[in-house]
């Protein structure tokens, strides 16, 4: 038995550990490497995300930097909303609504950069009429390589698209003749477009870091949001974003092993086992005891006498009774039924027959 208990115990602390490193691998990990979340992602640690811009500019003196898991608020002059991983094809063929919230969003100053996927020209060119109708600017596509088609499945290092702009927009950056980076003056603020973001992910910035460019991008401002909510990051209040925001993940993984110690201390011991005490036989009443217990339970004790006196008539001789015997034992009891003594009784009864049966020898 004690060692199919132990054996049961280190069964039931080796599914405990499994289920804690899957635990680990499913949820866990994927939030500390931030795999879970799209690419350019402020989260994601990898080559395709942008923690790396956002762990840079918040070792900046005087500037704020936080992430946005809410609705895009109202921007003031101080501050920069940095909307990075937008897909280009559906923003540009977006209706007039959707950029009238930009408008909305830059009406007490401000600034707003938007910065695209790394895409290749589409099959179909998207509807851009309510882009160039309300804000003067055209997004292109660059024709690319048989080689950068087949590799059709993966982010391109470098994208195709670029701009033709009005004359409101400012060229920040060209490539290849092209204006890959513009700005306008919008409604009080500034808004600021990227064709080509890969300078701002983790691997662009491990290659070469253009701190000039980045500066220009953000501008002299006080705050900088990370627009999460876009990629579905929104705050509900949630356990998960709790251990998130304050980097729990640790101090439930400890949490988790005391639970697991405290569970393991109190279903084993660190005593050896005790020697099984061999079975001994039990003992119990002889004959004499089970019968004077057996009648203690069934005859009351003033109907003692009277029921040892039928059972002795019933077992009694016929040459007892001839010779007066049953007569004398019956008086003795009747002697003694009054005493409310049993047992004195048939001591009498007793001492009456011996007696009787010495004067017949005698005889």
Same mark, same amino acid.
């Given at each position: 038995m004690p060692a199919a208990r132990n054996g049961a115990i280190w069964s039931i602390m080796f599914l405990v550990a499994l289920f804690l490193a899957g635990a680990w691998a499913v949820m866990i990990a994927p939030l500390a490497t931030g795999d879970l979340y799209p690419p350019y992602s402020s989260f994601r640690t990898d080559p395709l995300g942008a923690k790396a811009l956002v762990e840079s500019l918040s070792e900046q003196p005087g500037l704020d930097v936080t992430r946005l898991y809410k609705a895009r608020p109202p921007l003031d002059r101080e501050t920069t909303l940095l909307i990075l991983g937008v897909d280009s094809v559906g923003w540009s063929s977006s209706p007039?609504? $959707?950029?009238?919230?930009?408008? !909305? +969003?830059?009406?007490?100053?401000? =600034?707003?950069?938007? *910065?695209? +996927? @790394? *895409? %290749? *020209? @589409?099959?179909? #060119? #998207?509807? !851009? $009429?309510? +882009? &160039?109708? &309300?804000?003067?600017? %055209? #997004?292109?596509? =660059?024709?690319?390589?048989?080689? $950068?088609? %087949?590799?059709?499945?993966?982010?391109?290092r470098e994208a195709a698209l670029y701009f033709e702009p009005g004359k409101e927009w400012r060229v920040l950056q060209s490539r290849r003749g092209d204006a890959a980076i513009v700005e306008r003056d919008l409604t009080g603020g500034t808004l600021v477009l990227i064709g080509d973001s890969f300078p701002l992910s983790n691997q662009g910035l491990s290659e070469a870091s253009d701190g000039a460019l980045i500066a220009q991008l953000v501008g002299t401002v006080k705050r900088v949001l990370f627009d999460e909510n876009q990629f579905g990051v929104s705050e509900t209040g949630s356990v998960a974003l709790l251990l998130r925001k304050y980097h729990l993940e640790a101090a439930l993984a400890m949490l988790l092993a005391v639970a697991g110690l405290s569970v393991w201390r109190?279903?084993? !011991?660190? +005593? @050896?086992? =005790?020697?099984? &005490?061999?079975?001994?036989?039990?003992t119990g009443r002889d004959s004499h005891e089970g019968l004077a217990a057996l009648l203690r339970r069934n005859i009351p004790e003033d109907r003692l006498l009277s029921e040892c006196w039928k059972e002795w008539t019933r077992s009694a001789s016929r040459r007892d009774s001839q010779q007066g015997r049953a007569e004398m034992v019956l008086a003795e009891i009747e002697n003694e039924n009054g005493k409310q003594d049993p047992v004195a009784g048939y001591r009498a009864a007793c001492r009456a027959l011996a007696a009787r049966g010495i004067l017949m020898e005698r005889k």
């Open positions: 007039k609504p $959707a950029f009238d919230d930009y408008e !909305t +969003l830059l009406k007490n100053g401000g =600034r707003i950069v938007i *910065a695209f +996927l @790394p *895409a %290749r *020209a @589409p099959e179909m #060119p #998207p509807n !851009t $009429a309510a +882009l &160039q109708e &309300q804000w003067h600017i %055209r #997004p292109r596509y =660059r024709k690319v390589s048989g080689r $950068a088609q %087949r590799d059709s499945g993966t982010i391109p109190n279903t084993s !011991t660190f +005593l @050896p086992p =005790r020697e099984a &005490q061999r079975s001994s036989r039990v």
